[in-house]
């Protein structure tokens, strides 16, 4: 993404002849703080540098939806990250609230941390659009907008996400490797496709496809529709099986642990298989890569608020940022898997491994996560 012209030009205007009236963070050049954690989407991603201000800082999380279990154990993973040493001193009050799925009532509710004076609001948006109006208001008194996974159609604000092209693409190239390295270069590859018309879904569908079409393998592709549930995956990847037989590799998008059940349940040999990040689809594959599943991990992490609040801290110590930032891919698979590390035994299958992100400094443990509860803090 990049500002445009519209907004570049009122920017350039204010740098050039010192107009106060227009307050907000100003287009810098390149390159920003740690681009090795805060890095561009690509070449073409501007920089944003807010007006230094002096720690420590109030930081809020404006939430919408807080129904499933992801949004709760975001919610959790924030909280445990604002008692982290790396960043606990640096926040001098932390708030959260959960507005549901009313975009009246989440804009309503970034306007009041912004007129209680809070320095930065980090939000996963009800909407991709309409919210012109808080992002004029955040400006205005130079406070720091982060909105994050469901990002905003707009350039005028500093966003975090996952390159979700990408993930589609790491999970194939690990299948074609597994599959090379096994001397199989032929058969049917089954992809569990997610929410339909969803744009996660349809670019990671895309680069699955893009890199199993360039093998140069003879590969039939099967499509079924998963919804990223765990139920609904093990019936189609099970009715896919009965219709099917056979397949060479499993690629999914996302109900991983469904995945699994339904190879089991079918008695199916085990294939390399790449998936989310679920707790139970990590136990598995340490517990029988030794049987033959090959397994790599990736998913759309809850600890992406993390890397939202960090990259908020860092805005606020008048760091230049990039306008969008590519977080890197929390990837674990069969060789790397440990238990206690990227994987708990001891911790229900639902939960959400991939809370490390090395390149950032944040590595929050399951425990520490799931020790905190998901509702407001006030």
Not at 52 to 79: L, S, Y
Not at 118 to 147: E, M, Q, S, W
Request: aromatic share 8%.
């Amino acid at each position: 993404m990049k500002f445009g012209p519209v907004r570049a030009a009122l920017l350039a205007t204010t740098l050039v002849f010192g107009n106060a009236a227009l307050a907000g963070p100003e287009i810098v050049a390149g390159p920003g703080a740690e681009p090795e954690c805060f890095a561009p989407w690509s070449a073409d991603t501007t920089y944003m540098q807010w007006p230094a201000k002096e720690g420590p800082f109030k930081i809020a999380i404006v939430n919408g939806f807080v129904g499933n279990t992801w949004r709760i154990q975001m919610i959790k993973t924030a909280k445990a990250y604002a008692e982290d040493p790396a960043i606990k001193d640096k926040i001098a009050e932390f708030k959260v609230v959960s507005t549901g799925t009313d975009a009246p009532a989440q804009l309503g509710a970034i306007e009041d941390f912004i007129n209680q004076g809070y320095d930065a609001i980090v939000t996963i948006a009800v909407a991709p659009d309409g919210f012109d109006r808080v992002i004029r208001l955040a400006d205005k008194n130079n406070v720091v907008l982060v909105p994050f996974d469901n990002v905003l159609d707009t350039d005028a604000v500093m966003q975090v996400n996952e390159d979700q092209l990408a993930m589609g693409r790491t999970w194939a190239e690990f299948v074609m490797k597994e599959l090379a390295a096994a001397g199989v270069s032929e058969g049917k590859i089954l992809e569990v496709r997610g929410l339909p018309g969803n744009s996660v879904d349809r670019d990671r569908s895309i680069g699955i496809n893009e890199v199993i079409a360039a093998d140069g393998g003879k590969w039939e592709m099967v499509s079924v529709v998963g919804n990223w549930d765990d139920g609904t995956t093990q019936k189609v990847v099970a009715d896919a099986i009965a219709v099917h037989g056979q397949f060479a590799a499993i690629v999914g998008q996302g109900g991983s642990n469904g995945v699994i059940q339904a190879l089991k349940d079918a008695g199916h040999p085990w294939v390399p298989v790449a998936g989310e990040s679920e707790n139970g689809f990590r136990k598995a594959i340490a517990q029988y890569k030794d049987d033959g599943l090959k397994g790599i991990s990736i998913g759309q992490s809850p600890g992406l608020v993390a890397v939202a609040m960090k990259a908020a801290i860092s805005a606020l110590e008048g760091n230049p940022m990039p306008q969008l930032i590519s977080v890197p891919l929390p990837v674990a698979d069969y060789t790397t898997l440990e238990d206690g590390k990227n994987f708990w035994s001891d911790l229900p299958d639902n939960f959400f491994t991939v809370n490390e992100f090395p390149p950032c400094g944040v590595n929050i443990s399951g425990p520490a996560i799931m020790a905190k509860d998901e509702s407001d803090l006030n």
